[in-house]
Nanobody
């Protein structure tokens, strides 16, 4: 799976951004897609995931109610709408795909090791 993330930028606290993850090379609607982020000096952490088959979603606790993940299978694209952004959301955001059998369980921790294909990352900077 080839993934390309876009949509990052500089925004003030309280603002919004929408990230996009475009996929190619596969039957997109077979794959769950996740967003991870990595802040300087910190480990990469899972932010959100959306299933291919039933559209079930998963969110990290700290982004629940502020971020919304969605997908448009006709456009081979997954979106992450981020609102009420905080300085602690500042990071490089990556989209990733696991193998087709992976299921995003609500409440489950997203683990880097489960994801095989990664986009190049897009920088999100939230100023205070």
């Amino acid at each position: 799976v080839q993934l390309q993330a876009s949509g990052g930028g500089l925004v003030q606290a309280g603002g919004s951004l929408r990230l996009s993850c475009s996929a190619s090379g596969v039957t997109f609607n077979y794959y769950a897609i996740a967003w991870f982020r990595q802040a300087p000096g910190k480990e990469r952490e899972g932010v959100s995931c959306i299933n291919a088959r039933d559209g079930n979603t998963n969110y990290k606790d700290s982004v629940k109610g502020r971020f919304t993940i969605s997908r448009d299978n006709a456009k081979n694209t997954v979106y992450l709408q981020m609102s009420s952004l905080k300085p602690e959301d500042t990071a490089v955001y990556y989209c990733a795909a696991p193998d087709p059998m992976y299921y995003c369980d609500e409440g489950a921790r997203l683990d880097v090791i489960d994801f095989e294909s990664w986009g190049q990352g897009t920088q999100v900077t939230v100023s205070s």
